[in-house]
């Protein structure tokens, strides 16, 4: 009896990992923010390599596409005002774990890669916004003038001429390449430890109560672009286009500092009124032909997070009586095991 429940792995089994993957990005977030945890990224980006590992494992190559469409229309439906960086971020991570399980066989290998290469793409995407936007609104040789003046400080405390804006990046990486390789060292074990655990308590499955209701998708009014919003539309297109390109440089003030001042107001207003709003309408439109596509599979999906959400609390509670380090690892094994197996 015990093997067979170890051995047959759940049909629902993908259904319900994507339903975990599609929870975090579109709860959690909220949650972890709410409780002013540090490194939030780190901590949403690793459940979601969990499940696409899970999926590559459990499923086929193709599930991991698939599931990708789903959380990211299940992102859009119930976090709508979520940042295109974020969309960028996970679709990363599924497309690296599209491409790395390509074999069950090197499941180990690929989960160290698609773990490590999906944590370093956070803090990378961070360092590139504030790469781009401060030498954009500063001019290309601020990070030389902070260089320079941090040089100087740590050469004030005998520290040598170190560079600490690198070495800051470099710590920050560094956090995340190392919790890469714990996180897929840990994540390639799942498997194996699941399956023993499954063995070994048979009374493993978490008893849910009926369905609480459907969790169904308000359906927004499209707008209408008034005259005023392309007025100001195309202003800031215009102001933004002459202080690059100086197509009337009698527009652009002398002083410096003044400059400076225009440049972080027009990038922030040409982001927040135009680039902003042409990424999202774009990706709209493919989110609805595809919500058309996955109609269905997203309905049900949307319904079955009120028991995702149980399944999480209730592992965690069972989990309890273990301590300290010891806690999380119980909690993954259980967790995995209501998901993967009836």
């Known amino acids: 009896m ?14 319900r990992i994507t339903a975990l993957w599609a929870f975090s990005e579109a709860f959690l977030g909220g949650i972890l923010h709410a409780l002013s945890i540090p490194f939030k990224g780190l901590m949403l980006c690793s459940i979601s390599v969990f499940c696409i590992c899970l999926i590559g494992y459990y499923g086929k190559r193709s599930d991991i596409l698939k599931a990708l469409v789903l959380v990211m229309l299940v992102k859009a439906a119930l976090s709508p005002h979520s940042p295109p960086q974020a969309y960028v971020a996970v679709a990363f991570q599924g497309l690296t774990g599209y491409l790395f399980f390509f074999s069950k066989n090197f499941f180990k290998t690929s ?10 793409e956070t803090p990378l995407q961070k360092i590139v916004n504030v790469l781009i936007f401060s030498t954009f609104v500063f001019g290309p040789k601020f990070w030389s003038a902070v260089n320079d003046t941090l040089k100087k400080f740590s050469s004030e405390l005998g520290m040598g001429v170190l560079n600490l804006l690198y070495l800051a990046a470099g710590i920050y990486l560094g956090i995340h390449l190392l919790a890469g390789i714990v996180l897929g060292i840990f994540v390639a074990r799942v498997p194996n430890s699941v ?54 440089p009698q527009f652009i003030p002398k002083d410096e500092s ?23 309408l774009i990706f709209s439109k493919w989110l609805s032909k595809a919500k058309n596509k ?13 028991q995702t959400r149980k399944i999480l609390t209730l592992s965690y509670k069972k989990t309890k009586q273990e301590h300290g380090k010891l806690r999380i690892p119980a909690f993954v094994k259980l967790l995995t095991a209501n998901l993967i197996y009836d």
């Open 294 to 306: 996955y109609s269905v599979q997203l309905r049900d999906l949307i319904n079955f997070l009120p």
């Open 195 to 248: 399956k023993k655990y499954a063995e070994e308590n048979p009374d493993f499955k978490i008893n849910l109560d009926e369905s609480e209701g459907e969790l169904e998708v308000q359906k927004k009014k499209k707008k209408k672009l008034k005259p005023a919003k392309i007025f100001i539309a195309v202003l800031i297109i215009f102001l933004f286009l002459n202080y690059l390109f100086e197509i009337f």
């Open 111 to 120: 989960s160290v890669f698609v773990c490590v290469l999906s944590l370093i």
């Open 2 to 15: 015990k093997e067979s429940i170890a051995n047959d792995v759940s049909p629902a089994a993908i259904y």
């Open 258 to 280: 003044l400059q400076i001042l225009l440049r972080a107001v027009l990038l922030v207003l040409f982001w927040l009124f135009i680039f902003s709003p042409l990424i999202k």
